[in-house]
């Protein structure tokens, strides 16, 4: 089980936080991230991080995210994503993400466990 938290109403430019936790089983050898779902969109990666060795994790960003938003992978089972320099079109329900297999990083088809989604809103 995925639980979300975090997202919210900010205006352009501001900031948000979302923090997911995971329960029920360990992650640490496997991706866990972020995607969002915009009205009209299919949903789309965001931010994931796949795991190298012992504690260490890569970050992986869309190419629309890299330099605003960070990703951390906080222990084995809980991931956050810190958004900065929020604007419009991040406008979306996020949601998180874990895979119980070392498939592909960006890929929303290899995860198999998914939180309830979070919506964040930027107004301009």
């Known amino acids: 089980q995925l639980q979300a938290s975090g997202g919210g109403l900010v205006q352009v430019g501001g900031s948000l936080r979302l923090s997911c936790a995971a329960s029920g089983r360990s992650f640490s050898d496997f991706p866990m991230g972020w995607f969002r779902l915009a009205p009209g969109k299919e949903r789309e990666f965001v931010a994931t991080t ?3 060795e012992s504690n260490k ?3 992986n960003y869309a190419d629309s995210v890299k330099g605003r ?4 992978r906080d222990n084995r089972n809980t991931v956050s994503l810190q958004m900065r320099n929020l604007q419009p079109e991040d406008t979306a ?4 993400a874990a895979s119980s297999s070392s498939g592909s990083a960006n890929d929303s088809r290899d995860y198999n466990y998914w939180g309830q989604g979070t919506q964040v809103t930027v107004s301009s």
């Open 93 to 96: 329900v996020y949601y998180c």
């Open 50 to 52: 796949t795991w190298i």
């Open 69 to 72: 938003f960070i990703i951390s």
């Open 57 to 59: 994790y890569q970050a």
